[in-house]
């Protein structure tokens, strides 16, 4: 059974710091591209980064690029996104999918929250 | 900035087809944009649907299905049930970078 478990999420004051990680199991996690997608409370899903099955391409969001980076460990079939510079704005839950064309599996998600 | 559209919401009788829509302003969406299809219910997490225009996954139920039509890609729902009722996504790929649509609201009334 495939099963994505994403963890670190929080309270963080903006400017702040934040890596969440993403725990993979039910497949071979090396062999698949890897997503971050965020919801803020009441609203729609925004593609946030991607990475390729060996992390040798990353590819972010505008409105991410530069303050957050994407990366896996694929001997503990781990995903993380290390958020620097945190705004309010990047209040949401946090969800990481499986897939390149086509995603398929998705986490629970974990929350995100930087307060005004 | 790329920008994915879709219809806000849309109203449909049980056992009705509607016929979601899915646009990108850099221009036609192609099998090349993969579109992917994604239910949410309120609390869960996005359930996917359809991935690469019109394939189902092993769970997506024989109601659903997707297509290209004119310049969009689309999700028909045939003999909609009221469980159907949810916000739906398309997602669509630009070579490495994504982008979701603003999602549409399905009413089954």
């Known amino acids: 059974e495939v099963q994505l478990l994403e963890s670190g999420g929080g309270l963080v004051q903006p400017g702040g710091s934040l890596r969440l990680s993403c725990a993979a199991s039910?497949?071979?996690?090396?062999?698949?591209?890897m997503n971050w997608v965020r919801q803020a409370p009441g609203k729609g899903l925004e593609w946030v980064a991607s990475?390729?099955?060996?992390?040798?391409?990353?590819y972010y969001a505008d409105s991410v690029k530069g303050r957050f980076t994407i990366s896996r460990d694929n001997s503990k079939n781990t995903m993380y996104l290390q958020m620097n510079s945190l705004r309010v704005g990047d209040t949401a839950t946090y969800y990481c999918a499986k897939g390149e064309h086509g995603v398929d599996y998705w986490g629970q998600g974990t929350l995100v929250t930087v307060p005004s | 900035q790329t920008v994915v559209t879709q219809e806000p919401s849309l109203t449909v009788s049980p056992g009705g087809t509607v016929t979601l829509t899915c646009a990108s302003s850099?221009?036609?969406?192609?099998?090349?944009?993969?579109p992917n299809w994604f239910q949410q219910k309120p609390g869960q997490a996005p359930r996917a649907l359809i991935y690469s225009t019109s394939n189902k996954h092993s769970w997506t139920p024989a109601r659903f299905s997707g297509s290209l039509l004119g310049d969009k890609a689309a999700l028909t729902l045939s003999g909609v049930e009221p469980e159907d009722e949810a916000d739906y996504y398309c997602?669509?790929?630009?070579?490495?970078?994504?982008?979701f649509g603003g999602g549409t609201k399905l009413t089954v009334l």
């Open positions: 850099t221009g036609a969406v192609t099998s090349g944009h993969h």
């Open positions: 997602l669509l790929y630009y070579g490495g970078a994504r982008g």
């Open positions: 990475i390729i099955y060996d992390g040798g391409r990353t």
């Open positions: 039910g497949f071979s996690f090396s062999d698949y591209a």
